[in-house]
């Protein structure tokens, strides 16, 4: 992929408070649900934040687009395959048009994945007609080759979309494939599975220990750089608005979501309480969030 180059970015002013988004939450009764399968929210002219219905896929996962000055980046194509109950790509296709060519010229469009849970790749075949090296493929070897991340999981990258760096950071331990991305222009770190708020399953108690302490040093470098964390962005909600109280997993219907973004400080208790946890897996509770210990796939 692409190395960050010289060009100057600028310091975007956020059009959307994610605080604030009223996302789809399903129904009580999903055959009367009148919510589109996608719903998008720009966070400004070159972000977009997208959410699968939960009466279309339980999970309801969160998607993001970014725009740079030559190239688009989706990271996540859901948990549906079927384009006539979840149209992705037709979705981004219309943002790209609707939005326009920033420099006289369509941007490329590449596709990436938290990990590759089949929640996170379903409706990958929805881009199948895109030039080669396009879409990320699944497994640790295939995402450090798509990233060109030299010594995984230690190793990172940075991908340039044009003016606008993307920090690749291998965190296995939910996945042994999983990523998290930082965008340096926004301040956004997209967790993925990885940390979100709801259910933060550990497949690789010793991975996921130390993905997390990676990513609290990835933080405290990120504000000495001059780059801080503005948002925590994950890949689900499955937490109430309630300290301490999640949803059921597996429910299509969640009326008292909690807002999507964490924030550094969720990152660092996880950190935290990791290491106080030690090598023993074990079930902890947050406010917003749970560690869920449960066999690898």
């Not at 994950?234 to 109280?245: F, K, Q």
Request: with cysteine.
């Amino acid at each position: 992929m692409a190395r960050l180059g010289t060009a100057r970015y600028p310091d975007p002013v956020p059009s959307t408070d994610l605080y604030a988004v009223r996302w789809t939450h399903g129904a009580a009764d999903c055959d009367r649900s009148t919510d589109p399968p996608i719903q998008v929210v720009p966070y400004d002219d070159d972000t977009f934040v997208l959410r699968q219905s939960k009466c279309v896929n339980f999970e309801a996962p969160f998607m993001y687009l970014l725009f740079g000055a030559d190239t688009v980046l989706l990271h996540d194509t859901g948990a549906t395959a079927d384009p006539g109950l979840f149209p992705l790509r037709r979705t981004v296709d219309e943002i790209i048009a609707a939005r326009g060519p920033r420099h006289g010229a369509r941007p490329r469009l590449i596709v990436s994945h938290t990990h590759g849970h089949g929640d996170h790749r379903a409706a990958d075949e929805q881009f199948a007609d895109l030039p080669a090296s396009s879409v990320a493929g699944i497994g640790a070897d295939e995402v450090a080759g798509f990233f060109g991340i030299a010594d995984w999981p230690a190793g990172q990258a940075t991908l340039d979309l044009g003016g606008r760096p993307v920090d690749v950071l291998p965190t296995p331990g939910h996945a042994p494939d999983h990523v998290m991305l930082f965008d340096r222009t926004r301040g956004l770190l997209l967790s993925g599975d990885a940390l979100y708020p709801g259910w933060l399953f550990a497949r690789d108690w010793p991975m996921f220990r130390m993905s997390a302490r990676r990513a609290a040093d990835f933080t405290r470098a990120t504000a000495q750089s001059g780059h801080p964390i503005r948002h925590v962005l994950g890949a689900h909600i499955e937490a109430t608005s309630r300290p301490g109280e999640l949803y059921e997993y597996g429910t299509t219907y969640q009326p008292d979501e909690t807002p999507l973004p964490l924030t550094v400080h969720d990152l660092v208790a996880l950190d935290a309480a990791l290491d106080e946890a030690g090598d023993t897996p074990q079930q902890i509770v947050f406010d917003q969030f749970a560690v869920e210990p449960v066999p690898p796939d």
